[in-house]
């Protein structure tokens, strides 16, 4: 080891010049991570390939500028060196930390070099040499350590973009070549296209970098150490900018958990009105906020806007006035990428057709314009294209960016869909050949077989119990079975939960597992699934089908026969065999003693098969009476029963999903659903006990009061009273309010109840207090997820921690290393995100799907197009309603924006005309010459559902009142689709159909092909979704019950 000094020119907080020396030791043996190094290095961890043609070194300012490209999976023995990730820190965490993941993710040949610690690689940096140019140098050398230290038997390419540096270094070494980033991509990757395009738009956009406009559109950011300081002293207050869908131009709000415990004016955050207060901060960023004087604070518009679009201030009225705020600085950048559709050209003053700069409009309406440079304007028109912000100037109004690729024309179905996963930062491409080469084989040829030596380590329930399975009609993907007996003599009962092994197969660390991890859930949209797992585990060898042994992990229970009490509680591997693959009627039927056909018994003899029938039976009863007795214990303690949406599975003839349609809910629902509930409760028990500082569990944090006040206030109005200082108060007042003459009331009050609600989340159980565990919703004191391990990666790392969990119980102690509190944080914060992200695209996916629908149909003569709606909510110009038949909501205005009002004609039937509004509490009133119209809440209206289509944006429902009546059909007309899933199956139909009309139309691309791997969703984990949690996890009521209003 040889030491050195560093002298390193700083600025000090004032800004004064600082030179500061540092000791630097220097090494001779540094590790290369390469599988052809001849030196013996300690490499430990990823190494790059010894089978390339060449390994790849960027310079720094290819790092900081082209990083996008590096990611690139088909770019292979890429070398970062030290010095070069050292300049791209400073270009900000976030592209540091892009980096980091992309070293560690072994689906990536890339490694870091820190060839400033190598004592041949190192080059101090000369006197009066800029920072640049010493930069470069030192990546050169290290291309040159690197090509000497691997005997030459590996060339290696320096990419820069710096011409001086290819004309200057490009001959003084062989076997070490110093090119351009563009010279790079078209000697060795001439196939690659979408990397071509994508540096030529990166290019463009550093080339024509904003350099005209030298007035300053907004205040500067405060300097880091002026924010530090001022957030520690209290004058700035910190939290996410969450801009107004609604009102995206004027109205954001400044969100943060830490806001309510030191003031009670903040407990709803900071309003910032308007985009200069708002000083470049795009939506989701993390920014400090300075509060203006009380003087200057304002109210929130109470009013409902004419459309997305529609972002003008309203005079009807607006809320008292709340903290309002100015952005001061931006802590964390949280930039992601953006789909935008380009404006048309024609006729715009400020964009002539030579134009290279254009001002795309985001998808997402909360998003600014973005500035692109690009020569594909005119043949982009119509196309939703993804792109990048790079920067956004004190001097511009706008951001800058860069286009990265195309989607496809706007309107097509494709493309849409692909735009909902992209705005929600949901990338599921194909499973690759390697992930695939780690999944056991199962063919005719080799089938797949229990290991004898597995099956000696695992409890075997094959012969002693009667094991069996509740699930939806055509399910194949089957994560958990059930099984209860009388044992003792009677005096005890034996339940069992008998869960999909999933670890088994997928052990961590694998790229199976990786990729899992960075999906973290299956994705359901309206029409597809995308699925964690390769589907020779979701449904093949980790399902557990009917007849087949499969390998399980099980939570028993032993309970007193007369109080139900546990006795004993056994966790463990086995192996089963599922005796029946029940569905859900055919399970209902039979405990309600009506005559049903089991499949697996129809061939048996009279008398054998009426015995099976009988065990089956008595099972099923059994079943159902325990899990009455402990829906009974959550209901003591105060569980909610929040509203969801029942569907059921229609299937064709080769079992995929057709539609979802709505179904009467039943008992034995609520059987399997309890004994899920009731197995994740004591795993979460077992893990916390045992790891009390870094196990996986969920919590439900209780709703703020005052986010309950309009379910309050609405249940006053219909006659209720709702009480919600606890749980129990809340269940009890949603079980009394009810109207016997319209049942929507209750269903009503129970979704709003919902929509108070906090999400629930997953955490890490170091990382909160005890008294933080609890599951409001469920009334637990802990819980987790463990019983689908096939769709959620959650339960796969439950499934480990218990593993764990019972070799700690043995006295063995794990087999690997736990991960940290620390590391399960951070994995739950993932996976929280992630699941998030998939509630939010599961809901665009079916706004779209409903949009599609009423798009075919022409709303004045169509009769699908009328509905009955249930008024919920009473706003300063119109209502808020539901549409039952369409599970949809929407707003209804009783005023527009010409000043009309709705007049009732004697018969029911609206129309617009000249007049006043005023609101009530409880309703709305219009008075015009033709007579007055009063709006109250739970009243039943006919609506017109049409749909408002715009250029850039998503289309978007539109509810227009055409009757203040219940809408009561009129005559024989077509079918309608019942529900939402077959408004699903009608727009594939009609989607296909066109598709045929329009052969000549250019195909999809293989890419798109790709993209999809699954074009149903997946039967069983949806409606176990509902059950499990719909009725009683309230973030998946939000995701549910949220339509397009």
């Given at each position: 080891m ?46 790059l ?86 930069q ?103 939290g ?36 200069r ?98 020569q ?5 028109q ?18 800058n ?22 705005e ?178 129809a ?26 007795h ?28 057709t ?18 509930i ?43 009273t ?66 689908s ?84 909510s009473?706003?300063?110009?119109g ?6 038949e ?37 309703h ?18 006919t ?34 689709p ?18 045929e ?49």
């Amino acid at each position: 080891m040889i030491k050195t000094e560093k002298i390193l020119h700083l600025k000090s907080s004032r800004g004064r010049k600082v030179r500061v020396v540092r000791e630097h030791y220097l090494r001779e043996r540094v590790p290369c991570y390469s599988a052809a190094c001849q030196a013996d290095c300690v490499n430990d961890g990823k190494l790059l390939p010894g089978d390339l043609t060449h390994y790849v070194v960027p310079d720094a300012g290819v790092l900081v500028d082209f990083l996008e490209i590096l990611e690139f999976r088909e770019l292979q023995g890429i070398v970062f060196t030290q010095t070069a990730c050292q300049a791209l820190h400073s270009k900000g965490r976030r592209y540091y930390n892009r980096l980091r993941n992309l070293v560690k993710d072994p689906r990536h040949d890339c490694v870091l070099f820190h060839n400033e610690f190598q004592r041949y690689s190192y080059r101090p940096r000369e006197k009066g040499e800029s920072l640049e140019k010493w930069q470069t140098r030192c990546v050169y050398w290290a291309a040159v350590w690197y090509y000497n230290h691997l005997a030459g038997l590996m060339n290696v390419v320096m990419i820069t973009q710096d011409r001086a540096a290819v004309d200057r270094f490009s001959s003084l070494s062989s076997g070490v070549f110093v090119v351009s980033v563009q010279d790079y991509l078209q000697n060795f990757w001439p196939e690659l296209q979408a990397a071509h395009e994508l540096l030529g738009s990166i290019s463009q956009a550093l080339q024509e970098k904003e350099g005209e406009d030298s007035e300053r559109e907004f205040a500067e950011h405060l300097p880091a150490e002026v924010l530090e300081a001022g957030i520690k002293s209290g004058r700035y207050i910190t939290g996410t900018l969450n801009v107004s869908k609604h009102r995206a131009q004027s109205e954001a709000a400044v969100t943060t958990d830490g806001l309510s415990g030191k003031n009670k004016d903040l407990s709803s955050g900071v309003l910032v009105f308007g985009s200069r207060n708002r000083n470049r901060a795009v939506h989701g960023d993390a920014v400090a906020v300075e509060l203006l004087p009380k003087t200057e604070w304002r109210g929130t518009d109470t009013a409902l806007t004419d459309g997305p679009g529609d972002d003008k201030s309203s005079e009807d009225g607006e809320t008292k006035p709340v903290p309002t705020g100015r952005v001061v600085g931006i802590l964390q950048r949280n930039w992601r990428d953006y789909v935008v559709t380009f404006p048309n050209r024609d006729g715009t003053p400020s964009q002539t057709r030579n134009s290279q700069r254009i001002l795309a409009v985001p998808w997402d309406r909360r998003i600014p314009k973005i500035r692109i440079s690009t020569q594909q304007a005119d043949a982009l028109q119509d196309h939703r294209v993804v792109v990048r912000i790079d920067s956004w100037e004190s001097t511009s109004l706008y951001p800058n960016g860069h286009s990265v690729r195309v989607l496809g024309r706007a309107g097509e179905l494709e493309t849409e869909v692909q735009t909902i996963l992209t705005e929600n930062c949901i990338h599921v491409p194909p499973f690759s050949d390697a992930q695939l080469r780690e999944m056991p084989v199962n063919s005719p040829e080799k089938p797949w077989k229990v290991e004898a030596a597995e099956a000696a380590r695992r409890r075997d329930l094959r012969e002693t119990h009667l094991v069996f399975s509740i699930d939806p009609l055509g399910c194949e993907d089957v994560d958990d079975t059930l099984s209860v007996r009388s044992v003792a003599g009677g005096k005890l009962l034996e339940l069992g939960v008998h869960i999909a092994d999933v670890t088994h197969f997928v052990a961590e660390g694998t790229l199976t597992d990786l990729e899992a991890r960075t999906r973290a859930t299956t994705y359901y949209l309206a029409d597809r699934r995308y699925d964690m797992l390769p589907a020779v585990l979701s449904a093949d060898l980790c399902s557990l089908l009917g007849g087949v042994d499969r390998y399980a992990m099980s939570v028993m229970w032993q309970l007193d026969a007369e109080t139900l009490a546990v006795r004993e509680v056994w966790f463990g591997r086995t192996l089963v065999r599922s005796s029946y693959q029940l569905h859900y009627e055919l399970a209902q039927a039979l405990l309600d003693g009506e005559a049903a056909a089991v499949p697996e018994i129809a061939e048996l003899g009279r008398e054998e098969k009426d015995a099976k029938m009988a065990q089956l039976t008595g099972a099923l009863e059994l079943l159902t009476h325990l899990a009455r007795h402990l829906r009974a214990q959550r209901d003591r303690g105060g569980a909610l029963e929040l509203e969801g949406v029942e569907v059921r599975a229609q299937l064709d003839e080769d079992r995929n999903i057709t539609a979802l349609v709505p179904r009467q809910p039943l008992e034995v629902h609520e059987t399997v659903a309890e004994c899920m509930i009731y197995a994740n409760h004591w795993v979460a028990r077992k893990i916390q006990e045992t790891f009390p500082s870094q196990a996986l569990l969920r919590r439900h944090p209780p709703a703020r009061q005052e986010l309950f006040s309009q379910l309050v206030d609405t249940a006053r109005a219909g006659g209720f009273t709702v009480e919600t200082r606890t749980n129990k108060d809340l269940a009890d007042s949603l079980d009394r309010a009810v109207d016997p003459e319209d049942p929507l009331v209750n269903r009503l009050l129970r979704m709003m109840a919902t929509q108070a609600m906090s999400q629930a989340l997953y955490f890490s159980t170091g990382a909160q207090a005890q008294d933080q565990y609890y599951h409001y919703g469920l009334a637990l004191d802990r819980y987790t997820h463990f019983t689908s391990p096939i769709r959620r990666y959650a339960d796969i790392v439950v499934h480990r921690l218990l593993t764990a969990a019972i070799a700690v119980e043995k006295g063995a102690g794990p087999d690997k290393a736990l991960p940290s509190n620390k590391e399960v944080e951070e994995m739950a914060h993932h996976i929280n995100k992630k699941n998030r992200a998939a509630q939010r695209a599961q809901n665009l996916s079916m706004g779209l799907f409903q949009c599609l629908y009423f798009k075919e149909r022409d709303p004045e003569t169509d009769q699908r197009c009328l509905a009955d709606a249930v008024i919920y909510s009473i706003r300063d110009n119109g209502v808020l309603v539901f549409v039952p038949e369409y599970g949809l909501k929407g707003a209804v205005y009783v005023k527009n924006k010409e000043g009309q009002v709705v007049a009732a004609a004697p018969d029911g039937s609206c129309e617009w005309q000249s007049g006043t509004v005023r609101r009530h509490p409880d309703h709305i009133s219009t008075t015009s010459a033709g007579g007055s119209a009063t709006f109250r809440l739970f009243d039943h209206i006919t609506v017109r559902i049409s749909v408002r289509s715009t250029h850039s944006h998503g289309d978007c429902l539109n509810l227009e009142v055409v009757s203040d009546r219940p809408h009561r059909g009129a005559g024989p007309r077509e079918p309608r689709p019942q529900g939402r899933g077959q408004l699903v199956q009608e727009v594939v139909r009609l989607a296909e159909e066109a598709q045929e009309k329009a052969a000549q139309l250019p195909k999809l691309s293989k890419e798109e092909r790709e993209f999809r791997q699954s074009r149903t969703p997946n039967l069983y984990s949806l409606l176990e979704e509902v059950r499990e949690e719909a009725l009683m996890d309230p973030d998946w009521v939000s995701q549910v019950c949220a339509t397009t209003a």
